[in-house]
């Protein structure tokens, strides 16, 4: 059974930062890409930022220049690091990705059960 869970919201004051962990557990033969998603109160969830498998990283414009995506392959392991957070970061976090379990079974999407981030003075 593939479980994610993350780790690491809470709350902020605004200019602060926060460090977001998602880990991936269970039999993995192969994660692909790996992304972080975002809901506020009454707003449809967005896609915030991934990271392939290679390193290659991408942003939504909100956030370029403040936060940062990496993954440790050998811990299954995706991370968002948030800096000059705003109230407007204000969300549910989510980590998404695909992930092959065996060899002879075929891609599934998982999410996390989300965190909770909260930017407020």
């Known amino acids: 059974q593939v479980q994610l869970v993350e780790s690491g919201g809470g709350l902020a004051q605004p200019g602060e930062s926060l460090r977001l962990s998602c880990a991936a557990s269970g039999s993995i033969y192969s994660i692909y890409t790996m992304s972080w998603y975002r809901q506020a109160p009454g707003n449809q969830r967005e896609w915030v930022a991934a990271?392939?498998?290679?390193?290659?990283?991408n942003y939504v414009d909100s956030v370029k220049g403040r936060f940062t995506i990496s993954r440790d392959n050998a811990k299954n392991t995706v991370y968002l690091q948030m800096n000059s957070l705003k109230p407007e970061d204000t969300a549910v976090y989510y980590c998404?990705?695909?992930?092959?379990?065996?060899?002879?079974?075929?891609?599934?999407?998982?999410w996390g059960q989300g965190t909770q981030v909260t930017v407020s003075s």
């Open positions: 998404y990705t695909q992930i092959q379990a065996t060899v002879t079974q075929s891609v599934r999407a998982y």
């Open positions: 990271i392939t498998s290679g390193g290659i990283t």
